[in-house]
């Protein structure tokens, strides 16, 4: 009875120990995690690219966004396993950890290809559309270097459907003009349509180009990428509006300035 009563007496010690040990175990485990998050995985660099729309440190502010965004695991973790508030003009944001520095984090940007926008009175927002004519954003926010369209009849839109315009081949010439902007790096501020007459109109820093009617609209964009660089600095109106394989004159008239009284 004694000895029975000395070896329970043993194994209540035995696993007194053992408990403790597992105890003392998970407190190093979580001291060296403590270690590891504050001192390893903490932000030092954030490195983005494929962003246009949005500065780098724009992302930077808009990933890093709590409290707790100190940590680069924390904020892998986030991005990768959670869900997350969509940025706008964003259609995906991946954030990557070095493995080899967990300081540093990567950011790839995978904008929406947004061509031009409308100002849409109903809603008292800018309907941003691509280059399919779809609407990929709604927002009173203003991208810098897409222009704004004026003289279209669109009084109502809905996110990811095509603009409501009642005249398709507006929607279709519009779309060619802004595709043809974008491929040659036109500048434009605003860009005017006459649904009348399908007459367009790109102003362009301080030159306002007439481009006439959808004919032959990729020659004359294509000699307008040649012209504009001519022009920098000068203000007036460049006619290519009656441009054709025939006649290849284009003319450009020069602002006059106001004559001092």
């Known amino acids: 009875m004694i000895r029975e009563q000395r070896r329970e007496n043993e194994r209540r010690r035995k696993r007194k120990r053992n408990i403790l040990m597992i105890l003392g175990l998970l407190v190093l485990l979580v001291g060296i995690g403590v270690v590891l998050v504050t001192q390893v995985f903490t932000v030092k660099k954030v490195t983005v690219t494929g962003n246009e729309f949005y500065t780098d440190d724009q992302i930077r502010e808009l990933v890093l966004d709590d409290d707790y965004s100190w940590s680069s695991l924390y904020v892998y973790i986030k991005y990768r396993f959670l869900r997350t508030e969509k940025l706008p003009f964003v259609d995906e944001l991946t954030v990557g950890l070095n ?51 004026e003289g279209l009849a669109c009084d109502s839109v809905v996110l ?32 005017s349509y006459d649904e009348a007459s ?64």
């Open 99 to 149: 493995p080899q520095h967990p300081h540093e984090l990567t950011v790839e940007v995978y904008e929406k290809g947004i061509l031009g926008y409308l100002y849409i009175t109903s809603i008292d927002q800018n309907a941003y559309f691509d280059k399919d004519g779809f609407v990929v954003e709604t927002s009173q926010e203003i991208i810098p270097d897409v222009p704004k369209i």
């Open 160 to 191: 990811y459907e095509k603009l409501p315009l009642e005249n398709d081949t507006s929607l279709k010439n519009l779309l060619s003009l802004t595709q043809l902007l974008q491929k040659y790096g036109i500048p434009a501020k605003r860009i």
């Open 198 to 261: 399908g007459e367009m109109t790109v102003y362009s820093e301080k030159i306002t180009i007439l481009v006439g009617n959808s004919d032959n609209l990729a020659q004359k964009i294509l000699r307008l990428q040649y012209i504009l660089p001519q022009l920098t600095g000068k203000k007036g109106t460049l006619h290519l509006e009656n441009w054709t394989s025939e006649t290849t004159d284009i003319i450009f008239a020069p602002k006059k300035s106001k004559k001092s009284k």
